[in-house]
């Protein structure tokens, strides 16, 4: 049997390996956009009308409905019933399709409303709050696809299937890059082709999932057993956790909200900054999180609580061990990565500098973002789902006064510093929550130790990314993208050798758990050959 240590490591690695496929083939696909879009009004209005049903996504499918239906589906399994799982996850499934399939209807006749709500601003511009209302409209059905999606995902984890689910991202970015490069031609604009690669996206990943799912047991049949008491257990859960994650959509809907009465292109700064700070979010921190809710499910159904400190203790030491670094290099490296990434057709260099100094903002709460990836989850592992809602509540009041206040100074880059103050204040309370509710039953090892060392390793790595930029300011000025990109190829390919360098030299337990799980991989690999 593998070691929990192992597992966990080896699962997020799956996840972070398929996420960094995925985040690739993203970042391809906003170059597109960027090339495409700019930072126009038909950008503006594609990504407000494609927040809406990634708003409720994150609501209905990938939050509260995972976060309470995993905990549940795992402690069946874990007592070895799974013909009665079997039956769990086709009722869940089949009640996630009715419920949404309203929903979608719903969105699609009130999408002006929604649109008036959620960028008032934009009724000053006739054209772009049209094209968001026609947008919002083609791309509604997502959030029936995705919430599926999301549910089989959760379905397969539970089961310790990681691969699958976490390739999917990927078949969205195929979809949406082929559709804006094979459909803008018969369109009036790219955002249009963008709404249709989104919908052919979502279904995509669903067909992806089904054949999976059959092949663990989980075939998706209709079943109505609605009074089986895990599911009325699992909307009892989801009471609480779909308040919680609505607080957090609030959040995101009142910064856009201000954004929408800001500069044009404010939206976009903001949504460009943000695909980048998801980048390590993504392969890391969300990889992590994917992979310690069913660990620690199973851990809390065997009340094995030493498993379960354990499990966690890990997780968020690995956290600080990749997320300090990443903020650091992402404000160091900020300018030159959005200027290779995005500089492109009508995305130009002032762009850049909004964009660039957006990310700065944000990364600063980098280290909460992350944090809450973890710790969220842990209290959903313990079926609490109420913890959470009152302390992002609390971080919802800090965000709107810090909104407010900061806007005024600072206009888009106010709103992405709101964000990092709100998110530190949620994750610290959450941490000093959980250690008081679980007491001497679980102790979190290691984070102070694991802190200076990173603190240590990262600060090496700064002086090095600023040593190679000075150097780099004696040379003659920018040729082309081709220099640029060997500059920082040479930045991050030196910035990563020293950090993982003087965390070797500083004694980093977590740079020799990532070895170990490396060795033991060739290893196997070798004696397959």
Known sequence: ???????????????????????????????????????????????????????????????????????????????????????????????TAICLTLVTICGIIFSPFIISVIAPGFSATPEKYELAVFLNRIMFPYILLISLVALAMGILNADNHFLTPALAPVLLNICMIAAVLGLTPFLDNAAQALAIGVICGGMAQLFLQLPVLKKHGFPWRLRFNFRHPAIKRVLFLMGPSLLGLAITQITIF????????????????????????????????????????????????KRDWQEYSSTFSLAL????????????????????????????????????????????????????????????PAFYSLQDTKTPVKTGAVALVVNLISAFVLMHFYQHIGLALATAVS?????????????????????????????????????????????????????????????????????????????????????????????????????????NG
Request: charged share 15%; aromatic share 10%.
């Open 1 to 95: 049997m593998t070691p929990p240590k192992s597992s966990l490591i080896k699962n997020a690695g799956i996840i972070g390996l398929a996420t960094l496929l995925s985040r690739i083939l993203g970042f391809v696909r906003d170059m597109v956009t960027a090339n495409y879009l700019g930072t126009s009004i038909y950008a503006d209005a594609f990504f407000v009308a494609f927040r809406i049903p990634n708003l409720l996504r994150r609501l209905f499918g990938e939050g509260s409905l995972t976060a309470a239906f995993v905990p549940v589906f795992s402690s069946y399994l874990a007592a070895d019933k799974r013909r009665e799982a079997k039956e769990i996850a086709q009722t869940a499934m089949t009640l």
């Open 254 to 301: 009142c910064n856009t909200l201000l954004a929408s009465y800001l500069a044009d292109g404010s939206i976009s700064y903001l949504y460009f900054a943000d695909r980048l700070i998801q980048f390590p979010l993504g392969i890391f921190a969300v990889a992590l999180g994917t992979a310690t809710l069913p660990a620690l499910s199973r851990s809390a159904a």
């Open 317 to 376: 030491r690995l956290l600080i061990f990749i997320t300090i670094p990443a903020m650091a290099g992402l404000i160091l490296l900020s300018k030159p990565i959005v200027f290779l990434l995005f500089e492109h057709g009508r995305f130009g260099a002032h762009s850049t500098t909004m964009v660039a100094r957006t990310i700065i903002a944000y990364a600063t709460g980098l280290w909460a973002y992350a944090g809450l990836r973890i710790i969220v």
């Open 423 to 527: 998110s530190a204040v949620n994750c610290l309370l959450l941490l000093s929550l959980l250690r008081r509710r679980l007491g001497n039953e679980i102790k979190i090892t290691g984070l102070s130790q694991a802190f200076s060392r990173t603190f240590f390793a990262t600060a090496v790595m700064a002086l090095a990314i600023i040593g190679l930029d000075q150097i780099a300011l004696t040379a003659p000025g920018y040729i082309s993208h081709c220099r640029d990109l060997l500059r920082l190829i040479l930045k991050l390919t030196t910035a990563l050798s020293v950090y993982f360098i003087s965390s070797r030299l500083a004694g980093s337990p977590e740079l020799k758990e990532l070895q170990k799980l490396i060795t033991r991989r060739r290893q196997r690999q070798t004696g």
